[in-house]
């Protein structure tokens, strides 16, 4: 008898899950398991008991057997995420951008990077990337707010010209052309120091271990490499990439420690 294969439930689940509004880790806590866990079904690589099947199919309104059905469509998640759709409390998963602190933790970096002629523009949009979406992955909580979008040189954070605009007419930073290498270079010097008060430890944390891994790279180097960063894979050309996708990552580009999970795979 034909079945359907782990990927294929796994990516059903995916499915519901969003077209329902919850996160991996709102899910995961529902089924009481860890988001880890939870990750590695949508993955397929992770069986699931009978027990753990009717949880999900329960928690995202949709049968057992019309989930495990083999004549599955995309209207199966309409139909489950509309089930319940006036008592579901639905969550807001698009970032809201946090200009004071986006100014800070530029200000910070160019701080840090002051002296390595390297980090231009490129370098330091990658420095940001990996900054948020580091960050995301292991606080499952938002670091700048930016969104960043699937370009062919690798992501790029959206509203960065607007903001840089007004940093240089509040004498924050300058902007420069020079060449690095021979190739045309755009850097930024910071003017003014950043208010660390508005930084977290944790944040402060990241953002160094973000800069002492990857800011002596060159630009190409880093944008080759971001560009097998799973968010930047998963992502269409030109979309907006979803920070839940940093979830999905493997080495070496995960940040988390999964140790605690291994025994729940």
Same mark, same amino acid.
């Given at each position: 008898?034909?079945?359907?294969?782990?990927?294929?439930?796994?990516?059903?689940?995916?499915?519901?899950?969003?077209?329902?509004?919850?996160?991996?880790?709102?899910?995961?806590?529902?089924?009481?398991?860890? &988001?880890?866990? *939870?990750?590695?079904?949508?993955?397929?690589? &992770?069986?699931?008991?009978?027990?753990?099947?009717?949880?999900?199919?329960?928690?995202?309104?949709?049968?057992?057997? &019309?989930?495990?059905?083999?004549?599955?469509?995309?209207?199966?998640?309409?139909? #489950?995420?509309?089930?319940?759709?006036?008592?579901?409390?639905? &969550?807001?998963?698009?970032?809201?951008?946090?200009?004071?602190?986006?100014?800070?933790?530029?200000?910070?970096?160019?701080?840090?990077?002051?002296?390595?002629?390297?980090?231009?523009?490129?370098?330091?949009?990658?420095?940001?990337?990996?900054?948020?979406?580091?960050?995301?992955?292991?606080?499952?909580?938002? !670091?700048?707010?930016?969104?960043?979008?699937?370009?062919? *040189?690798?992501?790029?954070?959206?509203?960065?010209?607007?903001?840089?605009?007004?940093?240089?007419? $509040?004498?924050?930073?300058?902007? *420069?052309?020079?060449?690095?290498?021979?190739?045309?270079?755009?850097?930024?010097?910071? !003017?003014?120091?950043?208010?660390?008060?508005? !930084?977290? #430890? $944790?944040?402060?944390?990241?953002?160094?271990?973000?800069?002492?891994?990857?800011?002596?790279?060159?630009?190409?180097?880093?944008?080759?490499?971001?560009?097998?960063?799973?968010?930047?894979?998963?992502?269409? +050309?030109?979309?907006?990439?979803?920070?839940?996708?940093? *979830?999905?990552?493997?080495?070496?580009?995960?940040?988390?420690?999964?140790? +605690?999970?291994?025994?729940?795979?």
């Amino acid at each position: 008898m034909k079945t359907i294969t782990r990927k294929e439930l796994g990516g059903r689940i995916s499915e519901l899950r969003k077209g329902k509004g919850y996160s991996q880790g709102e899910l995961a806590k529902l089924l009481e398991i860890s &988001r880890p866990s *939870f990750t590695q079904i949508e993955l397929g690589n &992770r069986n699931l008991s009978v027990i753990e099947l009717k949880k999900i199919a329960d928690n995202l309104s949709i049968s057992i057997d &019309r989930l495990l059905s083999l004549d599955y469509t995309t209207e199966d998640v309409i139909l #489950a995420a509309t089930d319940d759709i006036d008592s579901q409390e639905f &969550r807001i998963s698009i970032p809201k951008l946090k200009i004071d602190k986006f100014k800070d933790i530029l200000l910070y970096i160019l701080e840090k990077c002051a002296g390595k002629p390297n980090v231009g523009e490129t370098l330091l949009y990658k420095l940001l990337y990996f900054s948020d979406f580091n960050y995301y992955e292991i606080y499952e909580e938002h !670091l700048t707010g930016a969104e960043y979008r699937k370009l062919p *040189f690798g992501p790029v954070p959206q509203k960065l010209d607007s903001i840089i605009k007004q940093m240089i007419e $509040s004498k924050m930073i300058e902007r *420069f052309k020079t060449e690095y290498h021979g190739y045309p270079q755009t850097r930024y010097i910071p !003017l003014t120091k950043p208010n660390l008060r508005n !930084l977290k #430890a $944790s944040e402060k944390d990241i953002l160094d271990k973000v800069i002492e891994q990857y800011s002596d790279w060159s630009a190409s180097a880093i944008s080759d490499y971001s560009h097998k960063d799973m968010p930047w894979l998963a992502s269409k +050309d030109g979309e907006v990439i979803d920070y839940e996708l940093a *979830f999905y990552r493997e080495h070496p580009y995960s940040v988390r420690t999964y140790d +605690d999970d291994i025994n729940a795979l």
